[in-house]
C-alpha cells in the first residue's frame, strides 16, 4: 500500500523558512517521479517542484531560487527546503508519487505565510 505523509507546514513570517518533510512508503525507487505540489484557495493545484528517479530536479518560475527539493539517501522521506517566503506562498502543500502511468497523494499540509 503506497503511502505518503507530509509534515512541516506551518505560519511563518515573510522572508522566512519551513522544510516539508514526505514520509514515503514504499520507499522511492528509480522509476519514481516524486514532485511537491500546492492548492492556494480558490486556485488550481499547481506543480511546485518534482525529482526524478535519477535525482534531476526542477521547479515552478515562481519558487526557482528559493526552494530545494531532495529525498534521503534510503528514499524513505522526501523534503522541500523552503526560503524567502512570500505570502503568496501561502498554500496546501501536497507530496506525489507517480509510478508506472498512477499517481499517489498524501493529506496536504497547510503553509500560511503573512505579511
Known amino acids: 500500500q503506497v503511502q505518503l505523509v507530509e509534515s512541516g507546514g506551518g505560519l511563518v513570517q515573510a522572508g522566512g523558512s519551513l522544510r516539508l518533510s514526505c514520509a514515503v512508503s514504499p520507499p522511492i525507487i528509480i522509476i519514481d517521479i516524486m514532485g511537491w505540489y500546492r492548492q492556494a484557495p480558490g486556485k488550481e493545484r499547481e506543480l511546485v517542484a518534482m525529482?526524478?528517479?535519477?535525482?534531476?530536479?526542477n521547479y515552478a518560475d515562481s519558487v526557482k531560487g528559493r526552494f530545494t527539493i531532495s529525498r534521503d539517501s534510503a528514499g524513505k522521506t522526501l523534503y522541500l527546503q523552503m526560503n524567502n517566503l512570500t505570502p503568496e506562498d501561502t498554500a496546501v502543500y501536497y507530496c506525489n508519487r507517480h509510478r508506472s502511468s498512477r499517481q499517489y497523494w498524501g493529506q496536504g499540509t497547510q503553509v500560511a505565510v503573512s505579511s
Open positions: 525529482m526524478s528517479g535519477s535525482g534531476t530536479a
